[in-house]
């Protein structure tokens, strides 16, 4: 988990080479986080990227202050991190992932039907698990005509739900 005001974009894997190269997961949409330049924060501490190299869905990182391999091990499992504020932001309409998970969900009538618990990219839209308790969990497709309102201030998600979406109330086996 990252640190309070901080989000992660990525987690460093492993070194690679002798010279203080990781190989890091990016957890971002925005791959500018890893170009030359750009100041993240690793075990807390500020740093700077040199340069860096992507190799499918992967980035390779020279990181200011890591120069050989035994600085780069340390750093092993470490995440990736940028102060929360500089998260970049669209004029669109859009969330972070980390803000989805946890809202509670409620139909068009008020009815609280649950808690996002995880949110499953498809590849076409991403969908919601809804957490229902003691009930099935329910699949809340991310689609315009169903996300009526999304308030991460007030913890909510509004949606209208497609007749026959939401499941009998049976409790779980």
Do not use: H
């Amino acid at each position: 988990m990252p640190r309070d005001g901080f989000r992660a974009v990525g987690v460093i894997e492993r070194p690679r080479g002798l010279k203080g190269e990781v190989k890091a997961l990016p957890l971002t949409d925005f791959p500018e986080r890893f170009e030359a330049g750009a100041r993240v924060f690793i075990a807390g501490e500020p740093r700077q990227v040199e340069r860096s190299n992507w190799q499918k869905d992967r980035v390779y990182l020279f990181i200011n202050g890591i120069s050989d391999r035994g600085a780069a091990e340390t750093l092993r499992g470490e995440l990736i991190e940028v102060p929360e504020e500089e998260r970049p932001r669209t004029d669109e309409p859009f969330w972070y992932l980390d803000e989805i998970e946890g809202l509670r969900v409620l139909a068009d009538d008020g009815q609280e039907l649950g808690t996002i618990r995880e949110v499953l990219q498809t590849g076409a839209n991403d969908v919601y698990i809804v957490d229902r308790g003691e009930r099935r969990d329910l699949l809340v497709p991310a689609l315009r005509d169903v996300i009526v309102n999304v308030d991460t201030a007030a913890g909510t998600m509004a949606v209208d739900l497609p007749d026959g979406l939401l499941p009998d109330d049976e409790p779980v086996d």
